[in-house]
């Protein structure tokens, strides 16, 4: 990682967004554990794994993990309406949830990085998922105590390898 | 969908990049089913989805499917070594694959869509793994049979909403 942004900036604008977005949006208070950083994301007790991507000078990828009933509970406070089950809309609460931390991540980020676009969520449920990014980029993640239960929040960047707008692939395979 | 792009030009590059990439870096040949279109990603038999954002004018994200055995064959391809259970190496050579098909992909849509970046592939491992977008946005999903085994590609993709470079969130939160 470049000195353009340290892994300290990471994790304090992770805090304040989530903060934020919690607060805001669903009137839930978060405290921030100590930030870390590995490889993978592990999730042994299932389940639910949003993801967004970025894209300009630097690239990466944002997540928001929890277990199944964390998840159930935001959506409950977002839709206003109890989810005892993971279900399309709970996916959805997630993936919106996501898209606000990240999105609002990414704003703060910009005036150190440049400009960033923002794919659209992608939110994976399922049993012992495991996420690694290629060649084992490493995460950044702050865990949340969030009444009682765990929220990750996750980022990992680096800077553009090569002119993404033109191709971003480095690879080339013959025209037929 | 906009008429810029028609699911079928989606399947069309799709099958084009996938069959060049696997003929050219994996010596391996595959012959495309019909495509079709579903809201989630369901892999009952578990195991490594592949996902990759689009960010421009257009969003979206780009897929590669298969199952533990097919994704070890195409290591042990891409390698030249042999890999009998998904580890670091499996999951990184399923991103490497990744990026070459969609980002061919996106080189081939550029035409039409205008300039798109793309983030980093992150690779999911696990059981009963199902993917959704937000709001339930569709996957064109291609199903290849790739020497007797099946590797799905799928792209969700649609025009941005907002601008994007800017501020995609849409969502206003407090400065605190």
Redesign the interface.
């Known amino acids: 990682m470049t000195n353009l942004i340290t892994q300290k900036d990471i994790s304090s604008l992770l805090i ?2 989530t903060e ?2 919690f607060s ?2 669903l009137g839930m208070q978060v405290s921030p554990g100590e930030a870390v950083q590995h ?1 993978s994301i592990e ?1 042994a007790d299932g389940n639910v ?1 949003s ?6 000078d630097w ?3 944002g ?1 928001v993990c929890c277990n199944s009933d964390m998840a159930c509970r935001i959506s409950s406070r977002m839709l206003m309406a109890e989810y005892t089950a993971v279900n ?1 809309e709970v ?2 609460a997630v ?2 949830i996501t ?2 931390i990240i ?2 991540f ?2 703060s980020a910009e005036p150190l990085l440049g ?1 960033l ?21 490493l995460w950044t993640t702050v865990p949340f105590d969030c009444e009682g239960g765990l929220v990750e929040v996750k980022i ?1 960047l ?1 800077p ?1 390898q090569g002119p ?6 480095g ?1 080339l ?2 025209e ?1």
Chains 1, 2 share one sequence.
């Not at 676009?117 to 084992?136: E, H, K």
């Not at 993404?164 to 692939?169: R, W």
């Open positions: 304040d967004n934020k977005v805001v949006m490889q999730r794994v993801l967004v991507g970025f894209v300009g690239v990466g990828t997540s399309e996916l959805d993936g919106e898209n606000m999105g609002n990414k704003d400009p676009g923002l794919s659209t969520p992608t939110v994976i449920y399922g049993r012992n998922v495991r996420a690694r990014n290629l060649n084992g980029q990992c680096g553009c993404n707008k033109n191709s971003n692939t690879v395979v013959a037929s």
